[in-house]
């Protein structure tokens, strides 16, 4: 593949078998899930369209054809990178400043646009909160009917959110993974398109665009990045950006990644400890960090493969200090949802377990007021 814009097929990540872009299963036959035959041309600066403010001012490095893009975008993306301390060592990416109020615009930006262009018309998606209401918001931009299924203890305001885009939203009894199982059976009885952010593959040629921002706006990357990682959307994107970069000469060296999970829900934090090849069983506690509160993650092997490809440490953010992390950034002018503070106070955890750890990016991925429940 020469990478210029020559996207043509989707290929199985089991068995390798392909499959058009203009399908509207959700994988593979064999349950393997896609991926994009796809490589992006070298980067090259001189190829941002600059003329466009929003994330799809690197769509020369994303694997989307066509225009429908301009259909579907509300501005998503160039979300400042500010100091969260007077010492400079921790970076805030305000990426709460979507569209929807979270990070997941940049996947669903990207993903209704491909919906848009293969004549999709309705689309079924489970969330926990936050990617349903962005799918539900760029679906009412591009004239496609949505329902959203997330479980029950999900703040009231996404669930307001996601119904006032016109979105039909339905509360699953039980865990996130359940909610889960409870929207895959409607598409497996009914035939409708699935719009996962975990699923397809065009959602992370969205999150990509985190880091392609943070190298123009920083002229670098910064040595330690922070991602929250419940079923992983932004901890790929990010992880193929940075490898892009890295093969294409633009950084010489990959940063260190802290990839957190809730003190409650860690199947994949448990798994790098324990040396495991796949997410470890464990008992999902309730917790207020509903955000990365998967128990069984659909990519779970390619998390962890990944994780020791680039050697991604694990930690996971204490139940009892989220609610004092969100009260300090609070006082520093930022008021974040719950899951964006758990980020913060892993962090700090990570901090306790390995030194201070200056130069860090943290994503402030969700708005407060989305979380106050």
Known sequence: MSGEKDVTQYFCTCCGKAAPLSTLAPACECGGLFELDYTPPKWDADRIHRDTWSLFRYRDFMALEGDDWKKVTLGEGMTPVIPFDTRGDVLFKMDYFMPSLSFKDRGAATLVAHMLSIGVRKCVQDSSGNAGNAIAAYCARAGIECEIFVPEGTSPKKIA????????CTVVPGTRDHCAEVCRAKVRDEGVYYANHVFN????????????EVLEQLGRIPENIVIPVGNGTLYIGAIRALEHLLESGAIDHFPQIIALQSEYCNPLEAAMREKLTEPAKCSVKPTIAEGIAIGVPARGIELLELARKHGIRFVTAPEDKILEARAAIARRGIYCEHTTAANYAAYLEYCRQYGP????????????LKSDH
Request: proline share 6%; hydrophobic share 35%; aromatic share 16%.
């Open 161 to 168: 959110m996601i119904r006032a885009h016109g979105a039909t």
């Open 201 to 212: 593959p065009f959602f992370y040629e969205g999150t990509k665009t985190y880091i392609y």
């Open 357 to 368: 750890t200056p130069d860090t990016l943290i994503t402030m991925c969700g708005a407060g």
